[in-house]
C-alpha cells in the first residue's frame, strides 16, 4: 500500500489519505453566494479520490472581497448556501471538506481572473470598494491606496474572522484554513515590505505577527477542537527586504502553540516585479520540511506536484504530513483515482464508475499504460442480466 493512500491526521480530523485539494477561486459567487458551478466543480472534487477538498478563499467581510465573483461568509445567505453545499458534497464520498477564509487587504476591489488574466483594479465607473491595508501603499501603479487599518479596525476584522469561523462550522465544513500568504492582508501584515507600522501591529517581527496570531486565536476559540484548523503561509518573500522563511519558521512556532493543527507552506505575490525562482516540480516542498523537521509541526506542501510517484516520494522521505494539489485537479479531477492505481492501490471508486475502475476495464491498462493497477479482470461473479451497473438507463 502507498503512502500517499494511507490515513493522516490533522489535529484529531481523520483524513483517508494524504491527499489534499488546494483552495481554488472560481469567481462565480453572486453577492458572495455559492452557485451550481460550485456544486459542480467541488462535487467533481469529492470523487477525485482526495482525502480533503477545500473550498476557495472565502472573504470575512464585504471589504475582504476581491472581486464581486469572491465567495464570502458574512451574511446569512452566503451561510444558507454552503451548508447546503455541503450537504450536497457530503452525499459524494467521505472526503473531508474543509474552507479557506480571507480578507484581500490592498489587493481588494479587481477584476476577476477570467475577465483580465492577471486580475486588475477595478476603474471607478465600475464602483470600487476601498480596500484596506496595514499601510497606506498601494499594491501598484493604477491601483487604489488602500486606507491604512486603525485599531478599531484591525479589531473589527479578527472579530470577523471568528464570526465566519462560527458560521463554518454552522455549515458544517471539518476545517478552516486562514489564508496568511499571496499577498492578502494577513501577509501584508507580516511582510515588512507592506507592513511600514510604528504602533505595536509592526515594526520587530513579533508585532508583525500580531495580526496573525490575533486572527488564529480568535478563530482557534470558536472552531472545535475535534475540527481541524490550518493557516496558509507565506514561506518567503523572494525578496531581500521582505520576509524570509526564519521568519516564516518563527510564526509556525507561534501558530502552533496558540493550537493550530497544520500549515501549508506557500510563497510569492507580496509585490509585483519581484524575481521569483522559476517554479519547478516540488519548488516549495523543502518549505514544508522545514517546518516539520524544525518545528515539529504537520506540514502540507503545495505548488507544482504534478505526478504521483513525486507525492508519493514527498511523504514516504518525510518531507511534508501531506500535499496539496490544485491545477493538476484542474486538468484531471481523476488524479487521485488515478495516482492510486500508478501506485498500485486500491481506494474507493465511486459507484457510478465502477465500470471504469482499473479491475474492471480491459481499456485501463491502455489508457494509462504506466499504471500498476491490479492485473484487469472482468468481475463476473454479478449475473450481468440483474446487475444494475450493466443496465444503468435499461429503459
Ligand atoms: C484557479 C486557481 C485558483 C486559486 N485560488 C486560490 C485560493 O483561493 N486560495 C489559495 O490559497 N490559493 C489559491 N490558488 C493557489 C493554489 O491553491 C496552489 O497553491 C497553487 O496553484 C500551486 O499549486 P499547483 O501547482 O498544484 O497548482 C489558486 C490557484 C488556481 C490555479
Redesign the pocket.
Known amino acids: 500500500m502507498s503512502v500517499l493512500f494511507s490515513e493522516g491526521f490533522l489535529g484529531g480530523l481523520r483524513l483517508e489519505n494524504r491527499l489534499v485539494v ?5 469567481y462565480s459567487a453572486v453577492d458572495g453566494i455559492a452557485q451550481p458551478w460550485h456544486l459542480v466543480h467541488l462535487g467533481q472534487m469529492m470523487i477525485s479520490g482526495a482525502g480533503l477538498v477545500i473550498v ?2 472565502t472573504a470575512v467581510e464585504p471589504q475582504g472581497l476581491g472581486t464581486r465573483g469572491d465567495m464570502g461568509l458574512y451574511d446569512d445567505a452566503q451561510e444558507s448556501a454552503l451548508s447546503e453545499l455541503v450537504g450536497n458534497l457530503r452525499t459524494l464520498s467521505s472526503a473531508k471538506i474543509g474552507i ?1 477564509l ?1 480578507h484581500t487587504g490592498r489587493k481588494a476591489a479587481t477584476r476577476t ?1 477570467p475577465e483580465r488574466w492577471r486580475g486588475e483594479p477595478l476603474p471607478p465607473e465600475e464602483g470600487p470598494w476601498k480596500p484596506l491595508a496595514p499601510s497606506a501603499l498601494a499594491f501598484d501603479e493604477g491601483w487604489q491606496t488602500p486606507q491604512e487599518l486603525d485599531e478599531t479596525g484591525i479589531r473589527r476584522i479578527i472579530d470577523a474572522f471568528a464570526r465566519s469561523a462560527e458560521r463554518a462550522v454552522r455549515a458544517g465544513f471539518d476545517l478552516v ?1 486562514i ?1 496568511g ?2 499577498g492578502y492582508l494577513i501577509h501584508e501584515f507580516l511582510s515588512p515590505i507592506t507592513n511600514r507600522r510604528t504602533d505595536d501591529w509592526g515594526g520587530t517581527i513579533e508585532k508583525r505577527n500580531r495580526f496573525a496570531c490575533e486572527v488564529a486565536k480568535a478563530v482557534r476559540k470558536v472552531w472545535p477542537r475535534e475540527r481541524a484548523l490550518g493557516f ?1 503561509l507565506n514561506s518567503t518573500d523572494w525578496h531581500p527586504d521582505g520576509s524570509t522563511l526564519e521568519d516564516a519558521l518563527a510564526l509556525a512556532a507561534e501558530l502552533k502553540s496558540i493550537g493550530v493543527d497544520y500549515v ?1 507552506m ?1 510563497s510569492g505575490n507580496i509585490a509585483p516585479g519581484i524575481r521569483i525562482p522559476p ?1 519547478t516540480p516540488g519548488h ?1 516542498v523543502a518549505f514544508a520540511a522545514s517546518v516539520r523537521k524544525q518545528i515539529g509541526m504537520t506540514a502540507m506542501a ?5 505526478d504521483p510517484h513525486q507525492a508519493e516520494a514527498i511523504i514516504a522521505s518525510g518531507d511534508a504530513d501531506f500535499v ?7 486538468d484531471n479531477p481523476r488524479w487521485g483515482l488515478h495516482a492510486a492505481a500508478a501506485l498500485g492501490d486500491d481506494i474507493a471508486y465511486p459507484p457510478q464508475y465502477i465500470r471504469a475502475r482499473p479491475n474492471n476495464w480491459l481499456g485501463f491498462s491502455h489508457v494509462h499504460p504506466h499504471s500498476r493497477a491490479p492485473a484487469t479482470r472482468l468481475q463476473l461473479d454479478r449475473p450481468r442480466s440483474v446487475s444494475s451497473w450493466d443496465r444503468p438507463n435499461s429503459a
Open positions: 488546494s483552495p481554488m477561486c472560481q476557495e478563499a479557506q480571507t481572473i484554513e489564508h500568504a499571496h496558509r501549508v506557500s517554479a516549495q503545495v505548488g507544482m506536484i504534478l496539496a494539489l490544485a491545477r493538476p485537479f484542474l
